[in-house]
């Protein structure tokens, strides 16, 4: 995957079964200059957790994922490489969590605009879905709720519903 002048490589095993997405073990980036600097997340990631559209639709913005229980990181793509060093900040984009609620595992992140970002949140056989945007990544808002949903939920035209 890449934007502009910035690769995103996936590292894992080469005879994973398809998608191979799902057996990602680690992310970096190549950029134009040849340089590569890898992501180092915060927590722990499992392959699915790297299923995520990376870029923004104008390649403004680069979101990763930083542990199984969130955040994302949201950073503008121009920051990208200053911000894998260390050297500029990065946003958090994550469903809010009440004092003394169980952490929510967080997937499924996708661009629906250039400044917005969805993503699913799911505890306890619930689930949740995410939207924020650049401008206020601190702040998203709920747009779809299963208190109940064994398996997860899918997409449709127009919103969500819980699996079958």
Excluded: N
Aim: overall charge negative.
């Amino acid at each position: 995957m890449s934007c502009d002048d910035i690769i995103a490589v996936w590292a894992g095993p080469a005879d994973a079964p398809e998608p191979k997405r799902f057996a990602a073990e680690g992310l970096s980036f190549r950029f134009a200059d040849g340089g590569a600097v890898a992501w180092s997340p915060e927590g722990q990631l499992f392959g699915p957790d790297y299923d995520v559209e990376i870029f923004s639709p104008d390649c403004a913005w680069v979101l990763l994922p930083s542990d199984h229980y969130g955040p994302y990181r949201l950073v503008r793509r121009a920051e990208l490489e200053q911000a894998l060093r260390g050297q500029s900040a990065m946003a958090s984009v994550a469903a809010p969590v009440d004092r003394g609620e169980p952490a929510r595992v967080h997937s499924f992140a996708r661009w629906v605009s250039p400044g917005e970002v969805e993503f699913q949140a799911s505890c306890c056989g619930g689930a949740e879905v995410w939207r924020a945007t650049v401008a206020s990544p601190k702040s998203p808002r709920r747009v779809f709720f299963a208190a109940s949903a064994p398996h997860g939920l899918r997409a449709i035209d127009g919103g969500f519903e819980v699996a079958p």
